[in-house]
């Protein structure tokens, strides 16, 4: 896979990922947060075989459905071996935690160690939390990294 990325002066950026099979998808990330999709099957140039917009919203939710959050597929094969140690923990936030009531920008997050997503019981999934989401007792946080990184993490809290 080999991923091109294009400043748009004025509208965002533009990633273009051509896929072992030949096959692209471009997206345009806007400014604004709306995001473009095309789809270009391997020696078409001229026009997508498949167009889609999706809002800020949208793209955040697909990205978190395509990064493993919602639903973690076992690693087989060789997926194992690229994956090495790399790891996607849930952490519940429990009564007596230290992260009741903390904002997600106030949690000290070692390097390589990202916050993917809060699961909050009773409510949408919330994707690439921003600083200003306070965590409650019962929330999930959905963490990846390296595993050093995310044990870390784990020890700290």
């Known amino acids: 896979m080999k991923v091109e990325e294009v400043a748009l002066p004025g509208v965002g950026r533009k990633f273009t990922i051509t896929m072992a099979s030949g096959d ?77 009531g903390k904002r997600v920008g106030e949690i000290p997050l070692p390097p390589g160690a990202h916050l993917l997503a809060v699961d909050r019981p009773g409510a949408p999934l919330v994707p690439n939390p921003g600083p200003e989401v306070v965590l409650e007792l019962g929330d999930t946080l959905v963490v990846a990294g390296t595993r050093e990184a995310v044990e870390a993490l784990k020890r700290s809290l």
Request: glycine share 10%; hydrophobic share 40%; net charge negative.
């Open 24 to 100: 692209r998808l471009v997206i345009v990330v806007h400014s604004s947060g709306k995001r473009e999709l095309q789809y270009f099957e391997a020696g078409e140039d001229d026009e997508p075989r498949a167009a889609l917009d999706l809002t800020d919203e949208e793209a955040r939710e697909v990205g978190a459905i395509l990064a493993g959050v919602l639903f973690h597929p076992e690693a087989v094969g060789d997926t194992q071996s690229k994956l090495g140690q790399k790891v996607i923990e849930w952490i519940k936030v429990l009564p007596g935690s230290r992260l009741a």
